[in-house]
């Protein structure tokens, strides 16, 4: 069985500070992960994928990944209150068409 | 940019009706999937399809339920005989063709169905 786990929050922060997220995974065979942004009754918004050990920046976040750990994480630099959401991690194992294996998410609130 | 839709966003049905989830997937992908998210849980896999057939699915994805994209552009869900536990958030999405998996799938808005 195939899982992901994410602290569910809520994790608050002030505006302007920086969020760290964190993800752990069961199955050693995960090749791809992906940071998604969910609102509240909306679908999930595609913000960060990585798929080698270390960094990957794209504006205000940071994806990182221990392949040997298990253990994916993202930052969010300079929090703005309109990046409150619930932010899923997800994994697969990096085929074309395998399927997504979702975490349960972790609740961001950003406090102005 | 391109996007996935759905419709509808929000379908009531009554318990052991029939209800089909319509879906537009990305013009020039080839990978459709459907997820499901009832309220409060995880995201689930329901099922994907690739090449006009079922390439995966999971243990949610029983006798109930089908799939099929009847012509060419629209991928649909059918829920035969709806029970109360099938109330959920159903996600549709579709993927490009590569030979890693170095796109994150694109979501459609999602439908919301409530069986009463």
């Known amino acids: 069985q195939k899982e992901v786990e994410q602290n569910s929050g809520p994790l608050s922060v002030p505006e302007g500070a920086i969020a760290s997220l964190n993800c752990t995974y069961s199955?050693?065979?995960?090749?791809?992960f992906f940071w998604y942004r969910q609102y509240s009754g909306k679908s999930p918004e595609l913000i960060m994928s990585?798929?080698?050990?270390g960094d990957k920046e794209d504006g205000r976040f940071t994806a990182q990944l221990n392949k040997a750990s298990q253990y994916v994480s993202l930052l969010i630099r300079d929090s703005q209150p309109s990046d409150s959401a619930t932010y899923l991690c997800?994994?697969?194992?990096?085929?074309?068409?395998?399927?997504?294996?979702f975490g349960k998410g972790t609740m961001l609130l950003v406090s102005p | 940019e391109p996007e996935v839709t759905q419709t509808p966003s929000h379908q009531v049905t009554q318990m052991g009706q029939e209800v089909i989830l319509r879906c537009v997937p990305i013009?020039?992908?080839?990978?459709f999937y459907w997820y499901r998210q009832i309220l409060g849980q995880k995201v689930e896999f329901l099922v994907s399809?690739?090449?006009?057939?079922?390439?995966?699915k999971s243990e949610i994805f029983d006798d109930q339920f089908s799939v099929e994209r009847p012509d060419g552009s629209n991928f649909t869900l059918k829920i035969r005989s709806t029970k109360l536990e099938d109330s959920a958030m159903y996600f549709c999405?579709?993927?490009?063709?590569?030979?890693?998996?170095?796109?994150?799938?694109?979501f459609g808005s999602g439908t919301r169905l409530t069986v009463v």
């Open positions: 999405a579709s993927s490009g063709r590569t030979g890693t998996s170095s796109y994150g799938y694109t």
């Open positions: 997800a994994v697969n194992e990096g085929s074309g068409y395998s399927t997504l294996t």
């Open positions: 013009s020039n992908h080839l990978y």
């Open positions: 990585i798929y080698s050990n």
């Open positions: 199955d050693r065979v995960s090749q791809s």
């Open positions: 399809f690739y090449n006009n057939e079922i390439s995966e």
